[in-house]
């Protein structure tokens, strides 16, 4: 385990992947926005990946420079953020699945 706190930085797949799955306006019914998922969950992610990278479950069998974040949300009903160990040893956060499955009417 790697002592201390790792920089993070997003890849731009990750905002591809966020403005695919919501829309850049929330929703008239509170469907929440881009803005939004940044605003409320990005820095608890970004967080989440720079102190504990090493104490999420790898994504791939024997492969620990890749890594999945699974959680819940206030905006959302769940998504998953699979970060990736650079060769500089900061974390590259590089696809977001979100869980839309919530009704919002």
Known sequence: ??????????A?????DLDRQL????GPNGEPSTSDFQTF???EI????????DDL???IPGRDDYR????TSVLVRAFTVVGQLSADGAI????????LGQDWS
């Open 41 to 43: 969950e990005l820095l």
């Open 23 to 26: 829309p850049s306006d929330r």
């Open 68 to 71: 999945i974040l699974i959680s």
């Open 46 to 53: 970004v967080e989440k990946f720079a102190v504990g990278f």
């Open 57 to 59: 479950p790898a994504l």
């Open 12 to 16: 731009v797949e990750f905002f591809q």
């Open 92 to 99: 590259e956060l590089i696809s977001l699945d979100i869980d």
């Open 1 to 10: 385990m790697t002592a201390g706190r790792r920089e993070v930085r997003a």
